[in-house]
Each structure stands twice: as C-alpha cells, then as structure tokens.
C-alpha cells in the first residue's frame, strides 16, 4: 500500500524536484503498473474530481469548428479513466510508480475499450499534463513505453478524499497470448470468440461477480477496486491456430502476488483466511499424464544436497522447456550457487522421478497448467454454488476460516471430475508476527 503523503514543506520540495529530474532523465529507473482502459472513480468525491478536471479542461482546450457528435462523451471517458487511474497510483503504491501507456495509434483489437481511441486518449494526456495533473515520461522506441505518473498538485487534490474504484463494462476476461521469440515479450492476439471461448467467459463473469461481491480487506483496508480475474492462454507463435490448450492460469488478484509472510492480514467477509494447496500439483499432474500411480511422498525431497525449493524449481522447469536444459535457470542458481550444474541437476531429477523422466524436456508444461487451472476453476465453481467466496492461487485457494472443510471437498472433488483422481490437499500454516512458526511445505 502507498506510503502516506507527506505535507511538510521539505518532503514537498524534496518530492517535486525528484519528479523533475525524472522527468528530465528518461533512464531514471521506476517502478511501471499496466494501464487499465476500465478502471473508472466510483466514490462521489473522486467523480466530482474528474468532472473539474474534465471542465477545465474543456475550457482551456482550442475549439473546433467540426468534431463528432459523441467527442465530448469519449473525452469524458478518458479523463475518468485517467483520473481513476491517477489517484490509485497516489494513494496506493508506493512514490516513483508510473503507469505504462501506449502511445501507438494501433489496430483496435477486442482488448480495447470501446470509444477510446489511442489518438484522443494520447491527446487527453497531454492536455492534462499541460494542465499539471500528470508527467509524461516518454518511452524509447522498441525499449520502453510511455508512462505517466500523477503531479505533486494531483496528489495533494486527492490526499484527503474518500476514494474506490469501480470498472467499466466490457473488458476481455480470455487473454491469448503467443510467442515472439526467446526473452521477447508475447503479443496479444485478436481470436474471434467461438463456443468454447464464450463458455470460458461466461465462467469468468460468474467468478468476478462472487469475487466483487466478497468483502475483502488487507488488514482494516478494503481494496481498492472489485477484483477482475483474467484466464490467459499461450500459442507457440503469432501464426498458429488460435488454441486454448495451453497455460489458462487465473491472473489479476493482488493475494496471488503477496510475500507469504503478508498473508495474515488477509480477511475475506471479516474472516481470517485459510490457506489450502494441492501438494505437488504439478509433479502429480505428470505422473497421471504417464499414466502412473501419483508418488504418496513429497516428491521434492529425498535428493541429496538439493534444497527442496530447488528441486520444486527444477522439476517445473525441465517439464516446461523443449529440450535438455544447458544452464541453471537463475532462481534455481541462487539457491544452489556452483555446487550444482544444470547437467547435474537433470540426472538427479530424472533419478528420483525415472516414472516422468521422458516427459522432461517435452515442453509439456503450459498444458499440465492448463489441467491445473480446470481443476480450480471447477473447485471455485462448486463453493461460490455454496455461497463460498474463495481467492485462487496457482495450486490452491486461500478461503475463509470456517469454509475450511467445504473447500477441501471441494477441491478434491474437482480433480476428480478434471482428472480422475482426488489430488492431496494440505493446509499450509500462515505465518504470523511474534510467533515460530513457518509456512510448511508446498
């Protein structure tokens, strides 16, 4: 959450020539969140805000003698948007956050938000920047994007505002994703919807209704905005059939990003939570893919000299990569430092895992993900027909205390209907402050 902002006189100074100098400097380094086109004010104070800004604007602005009928209507958009969009990076993250926009006037695609147009929304940016609401940072072709961030005035405007967030209608819930090269960033593909993509929205819509419905706090503080979950897929390259085969994970809950150790402040509906994982999901998703009896033992320990956390690492590695693996991937290499080779580390894994061992190297992961976020999505499916809200992770859900025992049942029942069997559940402890105990396993 964003440090409180400072009113003292120095910390002002302090805070504005900082701005100034990035705004001069273009390589200083920032921390960038993702623009979102739906993002909209939903308390009367932040609303009466943008519509000040958006008047002001209006009067300031040189008149045309011919502009289409609905212009004022989609400029009003992009100032709420923009406003909303501003006053969540004041009050919420920490000085320095900008949001990365795109300045390119580019083919509209089923991602963008209807009526705003990348040519007006640009114009209405520079127009608040003009006005002193914001400082535009310019991106660096093919290396950065643009990105803005709110202006000392616009912090002090909303500094004591009571302030949430609500989201426009029609944002794309089904991502799809492809390739573009090792370490180039994917590009979002423009699918038409078919049977199978409108099934997949329709459940979205049903899990981000339980989800905007749900009184979730971090500590005393209620979040910001309604969750709004997304399922991404992946293909291979921008030239394939538009699949949804591969990946399918759930994004966009800021728990699924949280340091375990922030995970006591979570409530959800004044409850704490309870955190429930399917140990070794993805382990125990390949051995049912070689057809296998699932291990009945953690299936990261028992190599020597290899901590548990590595092995996790490793194995979803050598399931996820097409062919062997040259080099220790980094977060593995931290954990090892040279004691260990990529070569090396391979031999034991196939070792201790000789039952999937011709599946390493198969680039089978992004599928084996694909059957994990099933297995979620139909757990979810089952508590929110209970009334249950639950918060999905990867590998597990994080619900209220005493929805405990529904919840495992539930996801047992889920991997059965998804894959036959009934996956192990384990409660993971959550660790607090003042107190020895660590999370256990994973």
Not at 170 to 199: C, F, M, N, Q
Not at 267 to 278: A, I, K, Y
Not at 359 to 387: C, D, H, P, V, Y
Not at 412 to 418: D, G, L, N, Q
Request: aromatic letters at 4%; proline letters at 6%.
């Amino acid at each position: 959450m964003r440090q409180s902002i400072e009113t003292s006189s120095g910390s002002v100074g302090d805070r504005e020539a900082r701005q100034m100098e990035a705004h001069e400097d273009a390589s200083t380094p920032s921390r960038d969140i993702h623009h979102d086109p739906w993002l909209i004010p939903a308390s009367a104070d932040l609303m009466s805000l943008a519509m000040s800004i958006l008047k002001n604007l209006e009067t300031i602005r040189p008149k045309t003698s011919r502009q289409r009928s609905n212009a004022k209507e989609r400029r009003r958009d992009i100032v709420m948007n923009v406003v909303a969009s501003l006053a969540l990076i004041a009050r919420h993250y920490p000085e320095g956050t900008r949001l990365a926009i795109s300045a390119e006037n580019t083919k509209r695609t089923r991602y963008d938000r209807i009526g705003v147009s990348r040519e007006v929304f640009m114009q209405m940016v520079r127009e608040m920047e003009a006005a002193r609401y914001l400082i535009r940072h310019k991106g660096a072709r093919r290396q950065a994007r643009t990105t803005i961030e709110p202006t000392l005035h616009f912090c002090h405007l909303v500094s004591d505002m009571e302030i949430w967030f609500g989201r426009a209608e029609g944002a794309e819930t089904i991502i799809l994703k492809a390739s573009t090269g090792r370490d180039r960033p994917k590009v979002l593909i423009d699918y038409e919807d078919t049977a199978e993509t409108e099934t997949m929205q329709a459940e979205m819509a049903i899990v981000n209704t339980m989800l905007g419905g749900a009184d979730i706090k971090l500590g005393t503080v209620p979040t910001p905005a309604p969750p709004f979950l997304t399922r991404r897929f992946q293909i291979d390259n921008p030239d394939e059939p538009h699949t949804f085969d591969q990946h399918g994970r759930l994004y966009g809950g800021f728990w699924m990003s949280m340091e375990k150790t922030e995970r006591h402040l979570l409530s959800v509906n004044g409850e704490p939570v309870t955190d429930l994982d399917f140990t070794g999901m993805f382990v125990q998703l390949a051995y049912r893919e070689a057809g296998l009896a699932l291990p009945n033992s953690d299936p990261y320990e028992g190599i020597e000299g290899l901590p548990r956390a590595a092995a996790k690492l490793g194995i979803s590695a050598l399931l996820c990569r097409s062919g062997p693996m040259c080099r220790l991937p980094k977060g593995i290499r931290e954990l090892v430092g040279n004691a260990w080779s990529a070569k090396r580390l391979s031999a034991a894994l196939e070792e201790r895992h000789p039952g999937i061992a011709n599946l390493f190297g198969k680039g089978l992961g992004l599928r084996l993900m694909k059957t994990e976020s099933e297995i979620l999505l139909a757990a979810l499916g089952q508590l929110f027909a209970q009334g249950i809200p639950a918060l999905p992770m990867h590998d597990g859900l994080m619900v209220p205390a005493s929805s405990e025992e529904a919840a495992q049942r539930a996801m047992a029942r889920a991997s059965i209907s998804v894959i036959g069997v009934a996956l192990p559940i384990a409660k993971k402890r959550i660790a607090r402050p003042n107190n020895d105990n660590s999370p256990p396993m994973d």
